[in-house]
């Protein structure tokens, strides 16, 4: 007994030795790997709220110990430049998602890289959409350097003794970074895998692999642009074809059926305009009459959503005409923008219209030169190009100039063509919303503050939204509403409107954090700050009412009297950006598309909008797939999991199939093999 106590102890005693040694021996690669695994932790941590799982702790430990493994090849004089380098990517990595996280709630992609000259039209947006937790991360790096140059001046380098056989430190590691990730592999399922795979439930993939496995699987998606067409073609259209088939569209005549026929169409593209502005008001004064008085006297579509993704902008144009939806990864218009998409543009063009485009900022911003052409726009008219740039504010030429110059040139174009559909693309109201300081929109909080004392009342002026996002926000919204009631009149000038319908859409919302809203919904002007949570009076401003209140407004308008009183109606039901292809060609009296993955509203009882992230909402019901939660809008509905499942695999399903015909291609290879393609756009 005591002879194998004594052996237990030496054996503990030299395991002791060996690992006290490795640590001592390899300082930087420890302090590397647990420098990198804390901030990925703490990244969960502030975003997704991924406390209590290991899983994603595991894989991006394999991930660093795999790549920390290689720091080894080096001498040891020589890792210190491998580490700084993989440490300040890591942090990076970090910092970017922690940023796009709490401005877009999801993470970011490395196609973005593709779209990176966007970012320098919106530079002055960063000062408003950093916060001092991002920079959180920036220890790693700094904590590494400081070491490096501790280790340097206690003569670490200079009495290491190189083992002639350190290629065997790669192997050690490499196999330890395997056996976490064998660990982690144990946890998975077909659903995990395939969410991976797919890329579109960013959240999701975060909160089960890790940031950085993310990371590495979302740089190999990047890359589908040029490797997606030569792999997995035969499955993708496979699928294609059995969707389809399944999903045929039928042609249902309903009460809206040719009601615009031969009609001219001009679009406005909102920027930024979401719906809850055409019932707010500020000091009795409303922030946007204008689309108010059109949502009004038109056909109005008040519970409606857009359905971007990382192409914000470009993603709605893209879902607008073609109802498809954004690409998983990168974005059509830069990554896609060569492919062949059936459009409301083409569709128009094939029935005799006159179809152009015009934008008051660069041509080349997200590839609208290009794109436009692949959507089948005859003429894209943009900034100095086409524009006297006489008014510059914010991104490029106002709004109100904008306006002001095409409507002379509309009227131009009216002359000369029998029918026309125009796109008109607003940018003032984009985001820093700093572009307009003049305005007559107070948005200041006034009250009559009575003193207990003497019993005289005093106004007491409250400047709560200075300087805020929202407030800005405001203004500019002010400013565009402004800008499309002047449009409107300078078109019937034009002599345009008889024969003309009008049809208005938001982009996208905001992207104003939740936080803003929680502050002007619980404003205390007594205190002149947000109320407690202790207070009777406040209200939390959850994370579905910010979803919820993300829609845009969808509004079609005309002039004609007649036509006005058969169109002029509220549309409650829940509808999607990719619902306005088929809807409004049926309106139109033109045909489809028969890949559209939207409905003619008209002619459906089953209403549902997906987005790009794979969450949806219902009449009935939101469901965030990345948590697994579903948010009743009636509080006495009970959710049914055979709901929740139907339009769960509905989502998954749609996304899918979109992605595949814009990375493959799938509708002009299944048009040019059935020979239907003759011609034309």
């Known amino acids: 007994m005591n002879n194998f106590s004594k052996k237990a102890k030496k054996l503990f005693k030299n395991v002791k030795e060996k690992v006290i040694y490795f640590f001592k021996n390899n300082v930087l690669f420890f302090a590397f790997v647990i420098s990198s695994l804390f901030n990925g932790t703490l ?32 001498k040891p004089k020589n890792r210190f430049r491998y580490y700084i380098i ?23 992609s490395f196609s973005l890289l593709a779209t990176s000259l966007q970012i320098f039209g919106v530079s002055d947006a960063l000062q408003t959409i950093m916060e001092l937790k991002d920079f959180s991360y920036i220890w790693a790096p700094l904590m590494l350097i400081f070491l490096h140059i501790k280790l340097k001046k206690n003569g670490y380098y200079d009495n290491f003794k190189i083992n002639k056989n350190y290629k065997v430190g790669v192997f050690k590691v490499m196999l330890a970074g395997l056996i976490s990730l064998i660990m982690f592999a144990f946890t998975l399922t077909g659903t995990d ?50 969707y389809y088939k399944e999903n045929e569209s039928e042609h249902k005549e309903n009460e809206y059926s040719n009601i615009l026929k031969d009609k001219n169409v001009i679009v406005i593209h909102a920027e ?43 993603d709605t144009e893209f879902t607008f005409s073609t109802s498809l939806l954004p690409a998983s990864s990168g974005t059509v218009f830069v990554s896609y923008y060569d492919r062949y998409y059936p459009s409301i543009q083409k569709i128009l ?87 307009i300081t003049e305005t007559d929109l107070d948005l200041t909080y006034r009250y009559n503050k009575k003193d207990e004392t003497t019993g005289e009342e005093t106004e007491v002026v409250n400047d709560y939204l200075k300087d ?46 939740r936080g803003e809203y929680d502050f002007y919904y619980n404003y205390n002007p007594e205190t002149d700050s947000k109320r407690d949570k202790e207070d009777p009076l406040y209200k939390e ?49 033109v045909e489809n598309s028969k890949y559209a993955l939207g409905h003619d509203v008209f002619s459906t009882d089953d209403h549902y909008v997906i987005f790009p992230n794979s969450n949806w909402v219902t009449d009935k019901m939101y469901y965030d797939s990345q948590n697994g939660e579903a ?19 509905m989502a998954e399903k749609e996304i899918a199939v979109s992605n595949d015909i814009i990375v493959h291609d799938l509708i002009k290879k299944t048009e040019e093999s059935s020979k239907v393609i003759k011609g034309g756009k």
Request: charged fraction near 25%; proline fraction near 2%; include cysteine.
């Open 272 to 314: 930024s305009i979401q719906n809850y502005l055409l019932d707010t008001k500020i000091n009795d004064k409303a922030i946007t009459p204008n689309l108010k008085r059109l949502a009004d006297e038109g056909m109005y579509f008040s519970n409606f959503y857009a359905q971007e993704s990382v192409g914000t902008s470009s």
């Open 43 to 74: 990244l969960r941590f502030l975003t997704v709220k991924n406390y209590t799982n290991f899983s994603p702790i595991l894989a991006d430990l394999s991930f660093i110990l795999l790549v920390g493994s290689l720091g080894y090849l080096f």
């Open 468 to 513: 805020t996002t929202l407030g800005k926000y405001f203004t500019t919204a002010h400013y565009a509403d402004e800008a499309i009631g002047e449009f409107v009149e300078e078109l019937d000038a034009e002599g345009v409107l008889d024969d003309t319908v009008i049809v208005i859409y938001g982009d996208h919302d905001a992207k104003i954090k």
């Open 349 to 435: 063009n094939n029935n005799d219209y006159f179809v152009f485009s015009m934008h008051a900022n660069k041509g080349n911003y997200w590839n609208r030169e290009a794109m436009h052409k692949s959507l089948g726009y005859d003429t894209f008219y943009y900034y100095d190009k086409d524009y006297k740039l006489d008014d510059m504010v914010g991104l490029g030429l106002s709004d109100k100039s904008f306006f002001r110059q095409s409507a002379k040139k509309i009227g131009k174009i009216s002359s000369k063509n029998d029918n026309f559909y125009g796109l008109m693309i607003m940018l003032t109201n984009h985001t820093p919303f700093d572009g």
């Open 193 to 242: 895998i395939s969410r991976l795979y797919k890329q579109w439930n960013r959240e999701y993939v975060v909160m089960k692999f890790g940031i950085y496995v993310y990371q590495g699987n979302d740089l190999i998606a990047s890359l589908k642009p040029q490797i997606s067409p030569l792999f997995g073609y035969d499955k993708a259209a496979r699928e294609f074809r059995e």
């Open 86 to 108: 993989w440490s300040i990517i890591f942090t990076l990595v970090c910092l970017i998602n922690s940023v796009y996280y709490t401005n877009y709630v999801s993470f970011t």
């Open 541 to 589: 401003y959850t994370k579905y009412d910010y979803e919820l209140n993300r829609k845009v407004p969808f509004i079609i308008w005309t002039k004609d009297e007649e036509l006005k009183s058969k169109i002029n109606k509220e549309i409650k039901t829940v509808t999607g950006m990719y619902d306005v292809l088929p809807t409004l060609s049926n309106m139109l009296g």
């Open 631 to 649: 948010f009743t809008l009636d509080a006495n509905d009970v959710i049914d999991a055979d709901y929740i499942k139907k339009y769960t695999e």
